[in-house]
């Protein structure tokens, strides 16, 4: 946030009246003679930092500092850096070089606040980012790094680096195999800069002043925290006094970067936890101990828990943990108005089997993939188990593969997505990409659903047509389906063009986020 202030200008006490005219004379005349002491004051410390003696009765020593003659080095850091502060980034650069003693206060946090740096994609410009990250990382609140865009888009080559790819001697195919190679390269000193950055700040004070905020806190009650770059640490929460955990309503801590078997919370310290009615985890985290302490007498009902299941924290982290049926049996007769949201990312199909427990209040439910697709199984075990809770279902793949989109319904009868509109009978929002969606089936989900299905986005690339509806030279096949589907929904409908244009694609946690954060304010 920033704030400007206007000061106006000191008005003369009086000045709109005769009486004050005096008293207007009387200010005037003291400033002049503050104008005077500061000029005098000015003048003394110009001669200071030229190294003269002052002339006159006064003593020999007098402006001596620690037994030598006052200088430019012998000047208290204070005064350095207040004199720093009236100069450019540039001028205080040349200024430091003066002495050690002047370089030492050049990097004082209230210097740099924010700080642009402009770098090309060049290995030479590693040792300069160092410096600076080791100079300014811990304390910056405000960093920008640019990158030459000539130099990116180039591959890093020029006229005289050996950046030009000579077609004569290898053909298209030498050609691009090296222009191939010179981007890699190139990617990866991007990434090397990019990482020096990344490993600098997470030292940053902003981790402490985080913790501070908890220390200091004495009415809080919603605390969230997402995909943070670290800043949230397993030993934050102990920065909390017991009565403000008594009194916290919402608690979402969310980070996939915890190395190992940390965890941000434990069972232990979610007993003091006992007014919470909202709570977002890692999924690895939310194990069967922490379940019970939930289901304890001297908890409120737990209403809505959001649950995060990442490829990387399932790779590091156990499973064997994680409640079994009963403890989500027990857990929904203590919270009968309990809601859950699972987002679940490059998770494999054998993992869900194991996470996707029958007795789970499955509200909503997103699937994100670049390496693992859903399969149609999944999808029918969903629409089987959480007929009765299911609202949102978001299904996205951005997996490379030249075949095409894999086809949910194949070998199968009926369409798992058909189904999943036939039996949850709650469902509002349905969200596709990636998966191949048949026109006459998305047709029928639209007429199944009804007015009910409050969102419908399904990317046009995912729409697929029958042969029979192509052949047919008398109806246009996708003016059909756009007509179809705006009279299933009683709305008008049309499929997503732009898939950039939508956070749930191209930033599925920050959609994650929000969404949990929307799904748990509604209670």
């Known amino acids: 946030m920033l704030l400007f ?75 350095i850096v207040h004199i720093f502060s009236f100069l450019s980034a540039s001028d205080r650069l040349r200024a430091s070089a003066s002495c050690s003693h002047w370089r030492e206060c050049l990097f004082y946090p209230a210097l740099w606040p924010q700080l642009r740096i402009c770098l090309r994609v060049s290995p030479s410009e590693q040792p300069r980012l160092e410096f600076l990250m080791r100079k300014c990382g811990w304390f910056v ?37 090296q222009l191939s190679t010179r981007w890699l390269e190139v990617l990866r000193t991007y990434l090397e800069l990019v990482l020096c950055v990344l490993v600098s700040i997470r030292n940053n004070r902003i981790q402490q002043l985080f913790e501070e905020i908890l220390s200091n806190s004495r009415q809080l009650k919603w605390l ?32 996939n970067n915890i190395p190992g078997n940390s965890t941000l919370i434990t069972a232990v310290e979610l007993e003091q936890f006992v007014n919470l009615r909202s709570l977002a985890l890692d999924f690895c985290d939310f194990t069967a101990e922490m379940a019970r302490v939930l289901t304890d007498n001297n908890h409120v009902p737990l209403q809505r828990l959001s649950l995060l299941v990442h490829n990387v924290s399932v790779m590091h982290k156990s499973l064997d943990n994680m409640p079994n ?7 929904s007769r203590k919270s009968t108005n309990l809601r859950v949201y699972i987002m679940a990312f490059d998770i494999k199909s054998e993992d869900m089997l194991k996470i996707l427990k029958p007795s789970i209040p499955l509200e909503r439910i997103h699937f994100d993939s670049y390496i693992t697709c859903v399969s149609g199984a ?16 978001i299904l996205m793949n951005d997996v490379i593969d030249t075949s095409g989109f894999p086809d949910l319904s194949d070998n199968r009868n009926e369409d798992p997505l058909v189904l999943l509109a036939w039996r949850c009978t ?42 029979g509806e192509l052949a047919d030279q008398d109806v246009d096949p996708v003016h059909n389906l756009i007509e179809q589907v705006s009279l299933g929904l009683g709305q008008p409908w ?30």
């Open 141 to 177: 609140r405000e960093l920008r790094v640019e990158f030459a865009a000539e130099n990116y888009l180039s591959g890093g080559g020029g006229p005289g680096d050996g950046g030009r790819v000579d077609t004569r001697t290898g053909g298209e195919e030498v050609e691009a195999l």
């Open 426 to 467: 709650k469902l509002s929002l349905l969200a596709i990409h990636g998966y191949t969606v048949w026109a006459h089936n998305l047709i029928a989900i639209a007429r199944l659903r009804g007015s009910d299905l409050k969102v419908l986005e399904v990317t046009e690339e995912s729409i697929d047509f029958d042969q």
């Open 5 to 79: 202030l206007s000061v106006p200008q000191p008005r003369p006490p009086g000045a709109r009246t005769r009486a004050g005219a005096a008293r207007v004379a009387r200010w005037r005349r003291q400033r002049q003679r503050l104008r005077l002491q500061q000029l005098r004051r000015l003048r003394g410390l110009l001669r200071g930092l030229r190294g003269r003696p002052r002339t006159g009765s006064l003593r020999r020593g007098r402006m001596a500092l620690c037994g030598q003659a006052a200088g430019a080095a012998s000047l208290p850091s204070e005064l």
């Open 325 to 331: 049926d009963e403890h989500w049996k027990a857990l």
């Open 494 to 523: 049309h499929a997503i063009m732009d898939i950039e244009s939508l956070s749930v694609f191209t930033e599925p946690n920050r959609h994650f986020y929000r969404e949990m954060q929307s799904f748990s304010e509604d209670i």
């Open 378 to 393: 999944i999808v029918d075990l969903i629409s089987r188990q959480y007929d009765k809770f299911l609202t949102h279902f």
């Open 224 to 255: 969230s925290c997402g995909f943070m770059l670290e800043i949230v640490t397993p030993t934050s929460l102990s920065s909390l006094s017991n009565s403000i955990a008594n009194t916290m309503e919402h608690l979402s801590l969310l980070d």
